[in-house]
């Protein structure tokens, strides 16, 4: 038998050594990478939730404007009714007075002096203070 001969590869022993650091290695950046694409995938989940809540919001809170909007107009309405209401009514009353006042200065001259020069110093009075 010749010894120089080389041996039949068999199978059992292997042409390369294995490193258990490098393969632990490459194990932890595919977990690594598994779960980055994971948190990724969740974040896009969570925004898309997220802007569909915004957007369910936003609708109801234009809703809601719009019925206060309604409802405000609706006083600002009853107002101005209420407010040409009451300067019909005080036309009337001004009117009324400024007849009276005539008619009282023709039937009494003196009085309506008198009555105005005492109005006008009881205003120039309480405007002094």
């Known amino acids: 038998m010749n010894d120089s001969a080389p041996l039949p590869d068999i199978g059992f022993t292997s042409a390369t050594p294995v490193d258990p650091f490098q393969t632990a290695k490459a194990s932890a950046l595919r977990a690594a990478e598994e779960l980055r694409h994971s948190a990724a995938q969740k974040a896009s989940e969570l925004r898309e939730a997220a802007e569909a809540k915004a957007q369910q ?73």
């Open 57 to 129: 919001i936003k609708g109801v809170a234009e809703q809601k404007a719009a019925e206060l909007k309604t409802g405000f107009q609706g006083k600002a309405d009853d107002f101005k009714v209420y407010a040409d209401d009451a300067l019909g009514q005080a036309k009337e009353q001004y009117d009324k007075f400024m007849g009276e006042a005539e008619t009282m200065a023709r039937e009494k001259p003196r009085q309506a002096l008198l009555t105005a020069f005492g109005v006008g110093l009881f205003v120039g009075l309480l405007l002094r203070r």
